[in-house]
């Protein structure tokens, strides 16, 4: 593979970091980083180890509890799950490898480039489901069930990019990092609705010593946990549940998660429901992170929103069907809140 320079396509992944997937190969992935003065990552780890040249710029590196000023011409290499975090001291450009390859920095390249991917080339990656616009009402709780059985669980395993919901790994890169500063290092996390255990393998990269349940109804979901988890033998256990009927225990879990599931609830009274388990199954202190869709107060919050997905998805290049797929599977299949409709927390 060769890449000719050029400066377009950076992706921002932080406030003042934008970052641009070069080259792959087996066994590594080279990725370009801009950083703004001041610009900073977050203290986190990663299985893959990361060696890295700074080309321009300044910047200061922690690894572990190694402080680095980094001047151009430096280079680092940090082994795999250690902790470390980078500040940008002037505007800086540095050139980073990993290995085994990340798959969220594959991911941007093939945002970038359209390119298929080895074996995601047999999958269709604007592939988004059931075409659901003659569908009266909402879909049953078992038709979602099935949807998710006999339709969605290789796709969403071979595309490591659901390129349908936008900065889809932005979002889920943001729980560890609220995790890690208010859980115990070894915490027992429950992922409701945890699917093929996407938000789970970046909770378990990024936080070395947790332990995850992960509560799926569908079993197809959760049988390509094994092949998305390879890296953490030990460190998981499925769990096949519905989440509205499932026991989760009293005062077990340290921090629960979820992803783009609870919004298949229909109603204040089917949330309360999962709301109320949860707070009982927390410990005291405990933590829950829900990243999901919600409603706009009103239609033209609702309608902003819409347009916004719409033109997002425009700008990947989506078809007009697609888009219009999208948006009408969301509307006969997924039932958010409004984001204040709080009364199910008392
Ligand atoms: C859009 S996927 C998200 C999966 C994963 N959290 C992620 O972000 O990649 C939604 C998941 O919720 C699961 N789900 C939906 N309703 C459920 C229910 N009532 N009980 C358990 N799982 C449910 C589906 O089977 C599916 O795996």
Redesign the pocket.
């Known amino acids: 593979m060769f890449y000719e320079h050029n400066d377009d396509d950076f992706h921002e992944i932080l406030p003042g970091i934008r970052v641009k997937t070069l080259v792959y190969g087996e066994k590594t992935l080279m990725a370009e980083f801009r950083m703004q003065p001041g610009a900073h990552f977050t203290r986190h780890s990663h299985p893959h180890e990361q060696s890295g040249y700074l080309v321009s710029g300044a910047m200061r590196l922690v690894q572990g509890d190694r402080v680095f000023e980094v001047q151009p011409g430096d280079s680092w290499c940090i082994p795999p799950n250690v902790e470390h975090f980078a500040e940008s001291l002037e505007e800086s450009v540095m050139v980073q490898q990993f290995s085994p390859l990340r798959e969220d920095y594959l991911a941007y390249y093939q945002k970038r480039t359209g390119n298929p991917m080895d074996e995601q080339s047999k999958i269709d990656p604007r592939y988004v489901g059931l075409d659901n616009a003659a569908h009266e009402g909402k879909l049953s ?1 078992e038709e ?2 099935k949807r ?1 059985d006999h339709e969605t669980a290789l796709v ?1 395993r071979r595309q490591p990019d ?1 390129a349908w919901l936008p900065d889809f790994w932005q979002m ?1 890169r943001l729980i560890p990092e609220l995790l890690r500063s208010r859980l115990p290092k070894d915490a027992l996390i429950l ?1 409701i ?4 255990g ?2 789970s393998r970046v909770i378990m990269e990024a936080l070395p010593d947790v332990k995850m349940v992960l ?4 079993e197809d ?1 959760l049988s390509e946990v094994p092949n998305v988890l390879t890296d953490f033998p030990g460190r998981y256990v499925t769990d096949i ?4 009927d499932a026991d989760f225990g009293i005062s077990k879990y340290a921090g629960a998660v ?4 609870i919004h ?1 609830c229909r109603g204040e009274a089917e949330y309360s429901r999962i709301y109320d388990r949860l707070y009982k199954a927390l410990q005291p202190g405990g933590i829950f992170i829900c990243c999901d869709v919600v409603a706009g107060a009103d239609d033209l919050l609702t309608q902003l929103n819409e347009d916004g997905w719409r033109s997002n998805l425009k700008e990947q290049q989506f078809s007009d069907t697609d888009i219009e797929r999208v948006l009408s599977n969301y509307h006969v299949e997924d039932s958010p809140l409004v984001v204040c409709q709080s009364s199910i927390l008392g």
């Open positions: 709780r979602i069930k998710f969403y659901p889920t992922d609705g945890a699917g093929t996407n938000l509560m799926d109804f569908s979901m549940h519905d989440f509205l979820s992803s783009l599931a298949h």
